[in-house]
Nanobody
Framework: QVQLVASGGGLVQAGDSLRLSCVAS????????LGWFRQAPGKEREFVSG????????SYADSVKGRFTISRDNAKNTVYLQIDSLKVEDTAVYSC???????????????WGQGTQVTVSS
């Protein structure tokens, strides 16, 4: 059974930083591209960032470039999302997902995890 468990969210102030983690189990982690998504209240889920199986290729939504950094540790079956200079508009539930192939937007993902809430106050 595949599981993706995200953690690291919380209530923070604008300008703070957070590091989200997503631990995977039940799959050959190094075979999968991994993506981070977020969904704010009343809005559709949106792609935030993706990373290839090797970590050599990364992609970001325009809205987060320069503030978000994705990384992965295949030895720990974990993907990370470092979020700096948090903004109120970053408030959302952040989830990770896995797929065989490139982890980019507008493609289907094979597995999804539950989310972790990030709330940014002004």
């Amino acid at each position: 059974q595949v599981q993706l468990v995200a953690s690291g969210g919380g209530l923070v102030q604008a300008g703070d930083s957070l590091r989200l983690s997503c631990v995977a189990s039940g799959l050959s982690f190094y075979n999968y591209g991994l993506g981070w998504f977020r969904q704010a209240p009343g809005k559709e889920r949106e792609f935030v960032s993706g990373i290839s199986w090797s970590g050599g290729m990364k992609s970001y939504a325009d809205s987060v470039k320069g503030r978000f950094t994705i990384s992965r540790d295949n030895a720990k079956n974990t993907v990370y999302l470092q979020i700096d200079s948090l903004k109120v508009e970053d408030t959302a539930v952040y989830s990770c997902a896995a797929r065989i192939g490139m982890a980019i937007k507008a493609v289907p993902y094979d597995y999804w995890g539950q989310g972790t809430q990030v709330t940014v106050s002004s």
